[in-house]
């Protein structure tokens, strides 16, 4: 090899590794508590917003605070020289589809699109719930301020909007107010269904169901700690793909698993001070959230929220009941963690939307060898790729701790590194040092 050329695989080495864009850094900092205190006090304001509460009036119900939502999309997007396409995604749903619609009713999310300069059809998605309830789940008169559930993380979704709308991105962002989430998970499925129908390629969705509390019911304070959520693999998996994965692995690698290890990495990396807790699992035990009809179409996605739930402040009335106050009100809410959870939706949001698509069809061989082989394609232009990094890790590690850059190539062998011992996944670096989502290998080489 010509010195040159070896001095150049050196500099691009040093360069990926010790790359910080502080435009990350500002992003963290220009995210306001102040400002998410004032939208989660307007939201409360509107004493209920269950999901079949009143439309008609502009100071109370859905109705008001959906168009309240809309209203703050719409003034951000005024500031960004209309950088935002605002619009509301309607789906009917029928009285009695299930137990929780006692009425027929407009199911309707605000959708915000800040469309990517490079990658239009590629969506990374921030989404919070409109919708609040009281104790009995049908209940859609008595005041339901939802301040943290989910006030919090619908706050956090207009804020990050506020601040990357001052950025450009190659891929799309959007951003959401979900509704009829109480009611069962109503305004994620019209949305996912929205997606598939129009073809968009959803890279992932960051759920932020409940980002505001740091006192637990079991007493603990915390205020650096958050859950990730990640179910192990796709549900709609086929049963060719489920017999694979008993034979070459898998069961802790789904899409969506990938994409709870990359905000962990990049949360470690930006805002070393959080603790990030990725948690196996689809949801609570036996709770579910918004995320879920999109993972139920196949896409990928996650939830965000506080580590030390507080059940007094959840689905209760709001009253004093042996010295203990229930409700979910605005006391609960504790705003400079809402503003560090919306930071780390934020990084998260601009450094996939910065990236290179992933990986495609990552193939891996090695069996009785001494080295490993990995083998991929790249769905997109590769002007803008520096390069690739095949990561590893022992089979009982949750994260990727072991990488190696590669440089611009398909294909790749790890010499002296036996594929029984390690799982495997590669990802792409763009030339602006932004990095993609890990792809696990989907395929074996003979
Ligand atoms: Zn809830």
Avoid at 75 to 85: A, G, H, R, V
Avoid at 104 to 131: C, E, F, H, L
Avoid at 269 to 282: A, I, Q
Avoid at 395 to 421: A, C, M, Y
């Amino acid at each position: 090899m010509k010195k040159t050329t070896l001095l150049f695989i050196l500099l691009t080495v040093i360069s990926v590794q010790s790359q910080t864009d502080t435009r990350i850094y500002n992003i963290v900092e220009e995210i306001s508590a102040q400002r998410l205190e004032k939208d989660i006090s307007a939201l409360a304001g509107f004493g209920t917003r269950h999901t079949l509460s009143d439309t008609v009036s502009n100071i109370r119900g859905i109705g008001a605070a959906r168009r309240w939502v809309k209203s703050q999309f719409d003034k951000i997007s005024q500031d960004c020289s209309n950088c935002l396409e605002v619009f509301f995604q309607k789906n009917f749903v029928e009285k009695g589809s299930n137990n929780r619609i006692v009425h027929d009713v407009w199911v309707i999310n605000v959708v915000a699109i800040q469309r990517g300069t490079k990658y239009p059809n590629r969506y990374i998605i921030m989404s919070g719930d409109i919708d609040s309830r009281v104790s009995d789940p049908n209940n859609f008169t008595s005041d339901a301020p939802g301040a943290n559930d989910n006030a919090s993380g619908l706050a956090g979704t207009i804020e990050a909007a506020r601040v990357l709308s001052q950025y450009k991105f190659e891929n799309s962002i959007v951003y959401v107010g979900l509704s009829g989430e109480e009611q069962g998970l109503f305004g994620g499925k019209g949305l996912a269904e929205y997606a598939k129908k129009n073809g968009w390629d959803i890279i992932g969705v960051l759920n932020n169901d409940m980002i505001g509390n740091i006192e637990g019911i079991d007493g603990v304070i915390d205020n650096r700690t958050f859950r990730v959520f990640s179910e192990p693999v796709p549900p709609a998996e086929t049963e060719k793909e489920r017999n694979m994965r008993r034979f070459y692995g898998g069961e802790i690698d789904g899409i969506s698993r990938q994409l709870a290890r990359y905000i962990y990495k990049t949360t470690q990396k930006y805002m070393p001070e959080m603790n990030p807790m990725m948690v196996y699992r689809l949801d609570r035990f036996g709770r579910g959230g918004h995320h879920r009809p999109f993972n139920d179409l196949g896409f990928a996605g996650v939830r965000i929220m506080e580590a030390h739930e507080n059940y007094n402040r959840q689905h209760q009335d709001i009253r004093t009941e042996n010295g203990i106050q229930y409700g979910d009100v605005i006391e609960g809410v504790h705003f400079n963690y809402v503003k560090k959870l919306t930071a780390v939706n934020a990084i998260n949001l601009a450094s996939i939307a910065w990236a290179p698509p992933a990986p495609i069809e990552v193939l891996i061989g090695g069996i009785v060898e001494p080295s490993v082989k990995l083998k991929w394609s790249q769905p997109s232009d590769n002007k803008d790729i520096l390069g690739y990094k095949i990561y590893w890790r022992d089979t009982t590690s949750p994260t990727w701790d072991h990488s190696r850059f590669v440089g611009n190539v398909k294909e790749f062998t790890l010499e002296g590194i036996v594929i029984d011992n390690y799982l495997f996944g590669v990802s792409a670096i763009g030339k602006n040092g932004y990095e993609s989502i890990v792809t696990f290998p989907s395929g074996i080489i003979r």
